[in-house]
């Protein structure tokens, strides 16, 4: 199993516990991000299982940050954090890095400025 087959698992179930979630119509603008955020990761080399949702993926690691960098002083430890948790899924910190790098230049860049140089 893939990592982000195994990360998106994971997001299944957590969605189920939170509820249906009502999409409506996609706008062009979040197809663009999509499309980019998967090009991205493409360009990672990162293992993607048929079916997976990559967007739900770079969502999950925005919600991630979100969680830790509230109310914290120090967005060192969560940054590594975020990362180490990428890593233990089963890609390279690299590519970790990557996907998280990826994830907030499309979906969440107000965290830009916590991921340093």
């Known amino acids: ?13 957590a ?5 249906p979630v009502v999409w ?3 706008t062009a603008h979040a197809q663009n991000q999509d499309e980019k955020f998967a090009e991205l990761v493409e ?11 990559l ?3 770079g ?13 914290t002083v120090n967005p060192v430890p969560v940054v590594r954090g975020v990362v180490n948790t990428l890593e233990n899924s089963g890609i390279e910190r690299a590519q970790a890095a990557g996907l998280m790098r990826a994830a ?3 979906y969440c860049p107000q965290y830009t ?3 340093g140089r």
Do not use: K, N, Y
């Open 104 to 106: 907030v230049q499309v």
């Open 43 to 53: 360009t990672l080399g990162i293992p993607v299982a048929p079916g997976t949702d």
């Open 59 to 71: 969502h999950r690691v925005c919600d991630m940050l979100g969680a830790g960098l509230s109310g």
């Open 15 to 19: 969605a189920a516990i939170a509820g």
């Open 55 to 57: 967007p739900a993926v």
């Open 1 to 13: 199993m893939t990592f982000l087959h195994r990360m998106f698992t994971g997001l299944v179930a």
């Open 113 to 115: 400025r916590f991921l």
């Open 24 to 26: 409506g119509g996609a």
